[in-house]
């Protein structure tokens, strides 16, 4: 029996460390099991690339070069090699993780269902990524119009957050077609280490890009007060803009913590999982602004600093609680006080007990919900109604 064809699009690159790009091939392998399916991405580069389902990833991999020019360039380049594509070759169904993708897959797809997977939405994130669009309401309003349709559009919806369900709920979209599929983690790779850490410094990790919304500034500000009773080092860890990297060096140097917060590139998952088993404590400083608390997210870095058997601190959010509970799985902080996160952190540097019985509690916390495996069986029962 011939397979149903299906087209995963997404606008982001795979060969970065990013936990996108983790996400999409988990989701692309577990597609692959019950379609014929082409994943299309970005490539950064001269020419495009195609490689055949098979070794190393058991679907066809089509990735387009786009232009070294602004965001906007990028994305015509896209939306013009994803139409070339689409008007060549028909699909059953077309899953897309943004409007970039989903305005060609609508306009050009035929009579492919079409799937929203709705991770981030471009009317709320854009104004963080680029700042000078923030006093475009012409621009911001076309984007939500167009993400508005989309999700109308669209057959299903997948949310890795039921925050983010949520907010498009009250968008007008119907509630039955929302599906929530958390984002998961390969407990197995990030295992508790065999050994404990030495008990100081008291080492921190932060796993993930520089993002405005991502709040580090506060942890630096909450370590500089701390700094007294608390010999605390920070490892910051993932892919960042430049002119993002050199922002946080200044305010670190300005805070006079250049020997305590160490900035890393991205790493590879193992290399990453390693790096995570040497801290005593995983931390998500995120900031309570639309993209954190209206939006919602779910944060691969708290799956695997908790898979790790990590002792976790995370800003008190509703998308954060929605993973890990107060007190049992993490301590939370007010994401508005300095001195919250101060009094956190302290709590955790003198608690050798409470970082080990918090970080046993997250582990079996993901083990119990938060798996790819777990997220890969969301999605095939999705797509067992989808392709019937």
Known sequence: MERPRVLYASFDELTAAKGAAVHIRQFAGAIAEVADLTLVSVRCGRHDSQSPAGAPHPYRHIELA?????????????????AALLRAESFRLIQFRSIWEGAVAA?????????????????????????????????????????????????????????????IAGQGIRAEKIRVI???????????????????PLRLLYAGTLAPWQGL?????????????????????GASRKQWLRRHRRLVEKLGLAERVEFREALPQPELAALVGQAHVGVAPLRAND???????????LLEYAAAGRAILAADLPAVRTVLEPGVHALLYNP???????????????????????????????????????ARHQLLDCYSELLQ
């Open 291 to 301: 993209r954190n608390t209206l939006q919602g997210c779910c944060p691969l870095k």
């Open 336 to 374: 508005r006080k300095v001195s919250h996160l101060r009094k956190a952190l302290l709590e955790l540097a003198a608690d050798e007990e409470l970082r080990r019985r918090l970080g046993q509690a997250a582990r079996r916390r993901v083990l119990d919900r938060f798996t790819w495996q777990c």
């Open 66 to 82: 786009v232009s070294e020019g602004n965001f906007l360039d990028r994305v015509m380049d896209f939306r013009r090699k994803l």
């Open 107 to 167: 306009a050009l797809g035929g009579e492919a269902a079409l799937v929203y997977e709705a991770n981030g939405l471009p009317s709320i994130e854009l104004k963080y990524l680029y700042p000078a669009v923030a006093g475009d309401r012409a621009l911001l309003h076309k984007l939500r119009n167009q993400e508005l349709s989309l999700l109308a559009a669209a057959r299903r919806i997948l949310t890795p957050s039921p925050v983010t369900a949520q907010f």
């Open 217 to 237: 500034e506060m942890l630096y500000r909450a370590m500089r007060a701390a700094s007294s009773a608390c010999d605390a080092r920070l490892w910051v860890v």
């Open 182 to 200: 958390p984002n998961g983690v390969d407990a197995a790779l990030f295992s508790p280490p065999a050994a404990e850490p030495p008990g100081r």
